[in-house]
């Protein structure tokens, strides 16, 4: 589903002792802090902190949960749930909440992955309008090879290979300033991907091009959906 997603952070060294101990293993990088397909970056300079995002990992069981979920208390991080089956979700659903140094809510899941083995297994974002944001996506999705489906007047879900991510506006607060990268195939894609967008009038947030800085070979481009979240397609050619 991502290529990568990226938030930005009050306090780095806070956060980067939240996710360390909740994932139980330390991150890569410099400038950004990684943990495979999840990443953190200190907020300033122009970025700001993100805000309201909800983000799960996957589990193999549920005693990797429990331990995620005991790691996090056991370090004084509170709880946004304990663990436990979510049947509302799904009968075998089994889950446990913390909240980050920021307020974001971070689950780890099991029992109700839909293929793939990315650590992150879905996200819920907070929108504004969901019907603008349904257009948004709408938009993109066929280029970056996703799905939508589940169309709901509160909420609608984007999804790649049987995996998805809810963007929601059920109440929950619109997320502010998280980075979705999605990975793409070829550089003809990754421009097509930022044509499309702001020929259907969504802001550029950065044209196509390479991104030496990050790695060679790094190209992308980069608009802002119409909550100011930025959104990526990357051709990474490896």
Not at 37 to 57: K, M, N, P, Q, Y
Not at 66 to 87: I, Y
Not at 207 to 234: I, K, M, Q, S, T
């Amino acid at each position: 589903m991502y290529d990568h997603v990226t938030i930005r952070v009050s306090d780095l060294g806070a956060s980067e002792r939240f996710y360390s101990t909740v994932l139980d293993r330390e991150p890569v990088g410099e400038a950004y802090r990684e943990w495979d397909d999840f990443s953190i970056g200190r907020a300033g300079d122009g970025e700001a902190v993100t805000r309201h995002l909800h983000v799960a990992f996957a589990a193999s069981s549920h005693e990797e949960v429990d331990a995620f979920w005991r790691r996090g208390v056991d370090a004084g991080c509170e709880s946004d749930g304990d663990p436990g089956l979510r049947p509302h979700y799904h009968p075998d659903y089994y889950g446990a909440f913390l909240l980050d140094p920021d307020g974001n809510s971070v689950e780890s899941c099991t029992g109700f992955r839909k293929g793939g083995d990315a650590p992150i297994d879905h996200l819920w974002i907070g929108v504004g309008d969901v019907r603008e944001s349904l257009r948004f996506w709408q938009a993109v999705a066929p280029v970056l090879g996703l799905g939508i489906s589940d169309m709901h007047e509160d909420h609608f879900h984007v999804y790649a290979a049987g995996r998805s991510s809810a963007l929601v506006a059920d109440g929950r607060p619109p997320t502010e300033n998280v980075h979705l990268a999605f990975p793409v195939p070829d550089d003809e894609t990754v421009a097509e991907f930022h044509r499309v967008a702001t020929a259907a009038g969504y802001r550029d947030n950065g044209g196509p091009g390479a991104r030496p800085e990050y790695h060679a070979g790094y190209v992308g481009a980069f608009v802002l959906d119409p909550d100011g979240n930025n959104v990526e397609a990357v051709n990474h050619n490896r």
